[in-house]
């Protein structure tokens, strides 16, 4: 639902956005759901800088219990992975792994009946969200350094470093279509990364 030249009519009036993604939106935007490839929450966060969104929500991340009209009760997320609802008197499944990025320990599952103190369990794509969001991070360092360091940056260089806060299309050309191979962001982040540390020591 994200319109690029409406938030930027906004933003002229000094509003800020912020987006998020839950059940949807579906393929082929990026998504957090098991079944999809496991850079979409990666390069949703580079696609996030691209459009000038300032954060992100992610609405939960621990959702493990069946609804109330489902009978209620911790719901097995191994062996069940859809977040289910009741929509229009039916079952309705949202994406497989909506709203859980983290998992129950193995025995809070087994019917345990005393307390478990084991770690939750992670997933790939928590991994990857947080890879994301500190690809974000090395772009605000980059930018604030260019900003703080403007004076001493010799002409020839800044372009160099202003084209390293671009989101070059081989990562996202747009919301629908982006890389599935981490090599790219990879290797901007590499980039980004050595333009900061160059930057930090002048």
């Not at 939750?120 to 930018?143: C, H, K, N, Q, T």
Request: glycine residues 8%; charged residues 30%.
């Amino acid at each position: 639902l994200y319109d690029h030249e409406k938030a930027n009519e906004r933003r002229a009036v000094g509003e800020r956005f912020w987006w998020y993604i839950c059940t949807g939106p579906k393929a082929p935007y990026p998504g957090l759901f098991i079944d999809r490839a496991a850079t979409d929450l990666r390069v949703w966060l580079w696609q996030t800088w691209q459009n000038d969104i300032e954060g992100v929500l992610i609405w939960r991340l621990n959702h493990w219990h069946y609804p109330r009209q489902l009978g209620g009760g911790l719901q097995n997320p191994y062996e069940d992975t859809q977040n289910w609802t009741i929509l229009y008197g039916y079952k309705h499944g949202y994406g497989n792994g909506d709203g859980r990025f983290i998992y129950p320990p193995e025995a809070a599952v087994e019917g345990s009946e005393d307390y478990v103190m084991d770690d939750p369990v992670d997933s790939i794509r928590w991994e990857m969200l947080r890879d994301g969001i500190e690809d974000y991070e090395y772009f605000v360092i980059l930018a604030g350094l260019l900003e703080e360091r403007r004076d001493q940056i010799p002409p020839d260089e800044r372009g160099i470093y202003e084209e390293l806060l671009e989101v070059p299309d081989t990562i996202s050309k747009s919301l629908t279509e982006f890389t599935k191979d981490p090599s790219p962001l990879d290797a901007r982040r590499d980039a980004i990364a050595r333009a900061i540390v160059r930057l930090s020591r002048m």
